[in-house]
């Protein structure tokens, strides 16, 4: 340790020096303009080889993980060497901290190095998924869960996440649609900034803080056919109004890097597409931070028939905007020989270095290199009493009632339950995918563990019935049997939690296996008993069986690591019931796409007659979901009335009020998710039937009312047209509901 001091305070006496020369010629400049690093940042460059600059470009993976492509690399040659600024798929503080020992006591600067991890939903105490934690609609919340990620994955010496994934995604095919916030633009703008500042804090330089990572830019939820890392065609002013916000609500909210996407866009693969990275994210958006490629995207640009071979596609990469090389190898390999044959510009690669040794000076690395490397914070932070109380609260919030017919839920502790499915006693599945270092066997809840805190053992029966995925009905019989004798049945299913997320899309999105026929078996041997079905799944499914079949239907996504103890807290009662849908639930694939924000037709359906001919419609099945955005029902019941609006007329510099008063009038105490919609009713390019512009979460005892206000200006009713941002007079609809799922009546003129 004494030979680390040394260096480091030789170091920071080099630092000093540079800064006090430095800081002279930028005395003219605003203050809010200068980064308290920007000298420090120069003086270590000005100590550093060309190769030792590419060297922080250079990401590898410890192999912890695997997350993508074996690589064959040598890491710990190349740390020694300087070559590698950053590491991931490594943690726990002895396995960072012995990687930090060789980048800043065996290099000859010993710059340390940055450690990332996929912290999706989670570390150890793993949360519901993040569409499941968009189904919440509680930014709050969010901000929590990451905020405890943050805490738990610091301990044990990771400094940055890749996260938040803020891809709109729209089509239930495509396996990542699990690890997004769903379809909606003003949502999932409001959800990403949350979790920037859940995983960043308020100061970096803590301890406990992790570098959030805005991505995939851009445009990878909409790749055709649902299928992962596949093309992507759209006209820009979509690519502005719908798939752009929610990453410059990323930057709004201060993240520090963003992630390139593996698709192309209109022809050109996002990493080595300047016009995303250097036209937009850098020059329209100002974003400082530093770009991350995905894993080994730099070699894909040659695949993708945009680069003739991997020391092409550097160039295209580092010329386009990228400054580290997640796995490819290709910065190590060519940028020095790019450089020397004239073929990259040197600038660049100072530019790339700078932004990755600013980030470093943010965290407190060069202060302290072992400053996340404490074994008494890991042993006393993984796992806290409040990180899992907190994780069984997001659960519940996040399930989503999708169907309650004769008030078959809540649960009655009195009653026998035959608890049936795969799923009852699974604490594999349960966490989901992108669970981080979540333990899949011994901290997981399951469900039959969250119905033990509520019923006697003697009050529960249980069987499997059949397995996620196969042919085997073996078990039916057994099924059908405790049915008969319980007074009402739960039945557990979905999907394994590898369906879903990365490289796991799907043609088929109906329950997998034999799940189905076992409820038709048990619903044909128990025509009048009520069958509960609560889901488990990363993406919207077609229901359309099971819909008709069961009394009623709980979607709790994966709910996480206290996930079976937040479901019981659902079904009994305990808590109620919230959620509301962040993504449309489809009848059938043939309907996919389908979000509730589309656009009009020439020839729309008629209200008063949906069946007219020559119409935009389907002819075996309505235009309509089986379950629309926003639909989420409760155990209670909430009623909106006296809809009022501050005038019928603003100007452009006006804000409009709108307000609703809603009302409790059920039987149980609950929290209502209340959801603002305007429509442009014309406009000089077509806009979408309705819009989602705000929301609000409320708590209301039985009884109790309520009125919900909302602000509108012309900046909220703004739109890109041909590049440019605007807002045009005319009409609006405009309404405050529950639901995504109704008619406008009433309006509001821009003039």
């Known amino acids: 340790m004494i030979k680390t001091l040394t260096k480091l305070n030789i170091f920071l006496l080099i630092i000093t020096a540079f800064s006090c020369n430095s800081n002279a010629k930028k005395n003219q400049q605003k203050q809010s303009e200068i980064s308290p690093y920007d000298t420090k940042v120069d003086s270590v460059m000005s100590l550093m080889t060309l190769q030792e600059k590419i060297g922080q470009t250079v990401m590898y ?3 912890w993980s695997v997350t993508g492509p074996t690589v064959s690399s040598n890491n710990k040659k190349y740390i020694k060497e300087g070559n590698v600024g950053a590491m991931l798929n490594v943690y726990s503080v002895k396995g960072t901290r012995d990687l930090q020992k060789m980048a800043v006591e065996e290099t000859r600067l010993g710059i340390p190095l940055l450690f990332g991890y996929d912290v999706i939903h989670g570390f150890k105490t793993i949360f519901p998924i993040n569409l499941g934690l968009a189904a919440s609609w509680d930014l709050q919340d969010i901000e929590k869960g990451s905020r405890i990620a943050a ?17 709109i995604g729209r089509d239930p095919r495509w396996g990542r649609i699990s690890e997004g916030a769903g379809e909606d633009v003003f949502l999932g703008s409001e959800i990403a900034k949350a979790y920037v500042k859940g995983f960043q804090g308020d100061d970096l330089s803590k301890h406990n803080t992790i570098l959030a990572c805005a991505k995939h830019f851009v445009g990878y939820g909409a790749a055709q056919a649902g299928r992962d890392y596949h093309t992507v065609n759209m006209g820009e002013d979509e690519l502005r109004n719908v798939y752009l916000p929610p990453f410059e609500a990323t930057i709004e909210a201060g993240v520090e890097t963003f992630m390139t996407a593996f698709n192309e866009l209109n022809g050109v693969p996002a990493t080595g597409n300047k016009f995303i990275f250097r036209d937009i994210l850098r020059g329209e958006w100002g974003f400082n931070g530093f770009v991350v490629t995905d894993y080994t995207a730099i070699n894909e640009l040659v695949p993708h028939g945009f680069a003739k071979n991997e020391k092409h596609a550097t160039k295209l990469s580092i010329d386009a905007g990228i400054d580290m090389d997640m796995m490819s190898s290709a910065n190590r390999k060519y940028l020095e020989e790019l450089v020397n044959e004239k073929k990259v510009n040197m600038a660049l690669i100072d ?32 796992y ?14 996040s399930s989503v009632l999708l169907k309650n017919e004769v008030k078959s839920l809540p649960l ?36 039959y563990q969250g119905f033990q805190e509520f019923l006697e053992a003697s009050k529960i029966m249980y069987t499997k019935g059949c397995e996620i995925e196969g042919d085997d009905e073996s078990g039916f019989q057994k099924a059908i049997n405790l049915a008969k004798k319980a ?15 990365e490289a796991a899309s799907r043609t088929n999105i109906k329950l997998p296996g ?18 509960v079905l609560v889901l488990m799944n990363g993406r919207p499914l077609d229901l359309s069986e099971e819909h008709i079949l069961v009394d009623a239907i709980l979607e709790t996504w994966f709910p996480g690591t206290m996930g079976g103890n937040g479901i019981a807290d659902v079904l009994f009662g305990k808590y109620n019931p919230s959620g509301k849908l962040p993504v449309t639930f489809p009848r059938n694939l043939g309907q996919v796409p389908i979000y509730y924000n589309m656009k009009n037709t020439g020839r729309p359906i008629p209200l008063d007659n949906p069946k007219e001919d020559y119409k935009s419609n389907y002819i075996d099945v309505p235009n309509t979901p089986l379950f629309p955005f926003g639909h989420g029902l409760s155990y209670t ?34 929290h209502e998710i209340v959801q603002l919609y305007v429509h442009d009713k014309v406009g000089s390019i077509t806009r979408p039937v309705k819009e989602l512009k705000g929301f609000e979460k409320i708590f209301l005892k039985q009884g109790e009312s309520k009125t919900v206000s909302f602000s509108i200006t012309a900046k909220d009713l703004k739109f890109y047209n041909n590049k440019v941002f605007t807002v045009e007079p005319g009409a609006f609809d405009i309404a405050i509901k529950g639901t995504s799922d109704f008619d406008f009546e009433h309006s509001f003129i821009l003039e």
């Not at 805490?151 to 891809?167: K, Y």
């Not at 007074?487 to 997320?501: L, P």
């Not at 038709?520 to 025509?527: C, D, G, H, L, S």
Request: net charge negative.
């Open 61 to 63: 993976s410890g192999g």
């Open 151 to 167: 805490e738990e994955a610091s301990a044990e010496g990771i400094h940055w996440t890749f996260a938040p994934m803020v891809d």
């Open 351 to 382: 530019d790339a270095c700078r932004r990755i040794l600013l980030t470093k000076f943010k965290l407190g690395l060069f202060d302290d290199p072992y400053r996340y490397c404490d074994e008494q914070r890991e042993k006393e932070v993984i």
């Open 384 to 397: 806290k009493p409040e990180f899992l109380e907190a994780a069984r609260q997001s659960a519940a919030m």
């Open 412 to 447: 009655n502790e009195k009653q026998t339950i035959a608890l049936i499915g795969p799923l009852v006693k699974d604490k594999e599945n349960i966490i989901g995918n992108w669970a981080a270092a979540g333990d899949r066997k011994g901290k997981a809840i399951s469900v």
């Open 487 to 501: 007074d009402k049945i739960v039945m557990v299913m979905g999907e394994d939690y590898d369906m879903s997320g």
């Open 514 to 531: 034999r799940q189905t026929d076992l409820i038709k078996a048990i619903r044909k041997a128990v025509p009048t008993k009520q069958i």
């Open 637 to 670: 019941k909430f009623e909106y009335s006296n809809f009022e609006l501050s005038n019928n007329k603003i100007g452009f510099s006006d804000t409009l009020t709108a307000s609703v008063t809603i009302k409790n009038s059920g039987d149980y105490d609950g």
